[in-house]
Each structure stands twice: as structure tokens, then as C-alpha cells.
């Protein structure tokens, strides 16, 4: 069966400091992965999604980067963290148009 | 662009009792995927039905159901019975073809005992 597995699944940063958040999916090949940020009561965000190794779609231009090194890993980053990037990061899969897309656990990221 | 309105931001039900939460979508497209998410406090999204915009038949997973108008482009999700373990916020999602998969704002469900 599939698993995803996000960690770390909680880090505070100084403002200023890098950023790597890692997501892996274990028992498919070739999905499509998903980053979204979730502020505090609010609703999801995509950042970006990848749909093969090295392919990046960013939907919102800002502090962060995504990376594809390896067909299961999608890594988050960041050079230097902002207040602003603070929030609930989510990662997510999947192969098939109807089935939806399936989560990792999240990872809340609180920058001080 | 497709979105997703969901026009409750909270709602509240006693438990064993039926709720309803709305959810309306905008598109142009004729063949798409619906999709009402849960999130519990642990934050982890959890899918918790889902409807294929070609079939007639509203979805049902045990005490969930839709109700879904294609042609008013609404998708509301019917909790019967609710438990205090239905306390999440609740996400509506529209998916197109090219796996775009748009959410709604969310609305904050809090079944009371």
C-alpha cells in the first residue's frame, strides 16, 4: 500500500535562518506531489507541485523553493525564512484525476 | 479559473442529531471530481467522499452523502448522526481534468454533546 511521510513535523526558526522540509511517498512510482501552506483557521494554499523528477510548477512566486531529486521526494526550502512563512505545510499525491489527492501528516512551521 | 465557495464558516450540531454543509463551485467544464475533505484537530486532511461529475448518483460513505446539483453547481455534504469525533474543519474541493484540484475556504463543524 502507499504511504506519504512528511517530517519534520515541527520546527521553529529564526527569521533568516534556511528552510528544508522533506516529503516521501513509499509503494507507487511517478505520482504527482503537492506542497500547500495552510495559515492559522484559514484555508490551502498550493505552492507548488512536480509532476515527474526536476519538474516544478510554482503557483505563487515568493521566499520559497521546491526540488524533485529523486521520483518519491519533494523537498520545501527556503534560503532565508520570513515572519510571513509561518503556517501548516502539507504535503500531498497522487496518480489518478479521481481519486483525489492524499496528505501527509503536515508540518507547522513557526518563525520567530 | 474554477472556485469554490463554502458560505458557512461555522456550524454547529448536537451530537446524533444531522448536519449540512454547503459547498458551491464555478466552472465551465463538464466533466470534473468533487471532493469534501475533514480536517481534526490533529490537522492531518482526511478524504471523505468523493463524486465523479458524470454520475447522476449522489456518493455515500456510511453516515456521509452529497447532494449533488450539477446544473446549480452545488455539492453539500449531509453528516447523519453526527459523533463528537465529526468536530473538524471541513473542506470542499473541485478537480478538473489536468488535476487541478481547487478547495474552498472551509467551514468549522463543532458537534456538541
Known amino acids: 500500500s502507499q504511504t506519504i511521510h512528511q517530517w519534520p513535523a515541527t520546527l521553529v526558526q529564526p527569521v533568516g535562518s534556511p528552510l528544508s522540509l522533506e516529503c516521501t511517498v513509499e509503494?507507487?512510482?511517478?505520482?504527482?506531489l503537492y506542497w500547500y501552506r495552510q495559515a492559522a483557521g484559514r484555508g490551502l494554499q498550493l505552492l507548488f507541485y512536480?509532476?515527474?523528477?526536476?519538474?516544478i510548477s510554482s503557483e505563487v512566486p515568493q521566499n520559497l523553493s521546491a526540488s524533485r531529486p529523486q521520483d518519491r521526494q519533494f523537498i520545501l526550502s527556503s534560503k532565508k525564512l520570513l515572519l510571513s512563512d509561518s503556517g501548516f505545510y502539507l504535503c500531498a499525491w497522487n496518480l489518478q484525476v479521481n481519486y483525489g489527492y492524499t496528505f501527509g501528516s503536515g508540518t507547522r512551521l513557526t518563525v520567530v | 479559473a474554477q472556485t469554490v465557495t463554502q458560505s458557512q464558516p461555522e456550524m454547529s450540531v448536537q451530537e446524533a442529531e444531522t448536519v449540512t454543509l454547503s459547498c458551491t463551485y464555478d466552472t465551465s467544464e463538464n466533466n470534473y471530481y468533487l471532493f469534501w475533505y475533514k480536517q481534526p484537530p490533529s490537522r492531518q486532511m482526511i478524504l471523505v467522499i468523493r463524486q465523479e461529475a458524470y454520475k447522476q448518483q449522489n456518493a455515500t460513505e456510511n453516515r456521509f452523502s452529497v447532494n449533488f446539483q450539477k446544473a446549480a453547481k452545488s455539492f453539500s455534504l449531509k453528516i447523519s448522526d453526527s459523533q463528537l469525533g465529526d468536530t473538524a474543519m471541513y473542506f470542499c474541493a473541485f478537480m478538473n481534468n489536468n488535476n487541478d484540484m481547487r478547495f474552498g475556504a472551509g467551514t468549522r463543524l463543532t458537534v456538541k454533546p
Open positions: 509503494g507507487t512510482s511517478n505520482p504527482n
Open positions: 512536480s509532476v515527474g523528477i526536476g519538474q
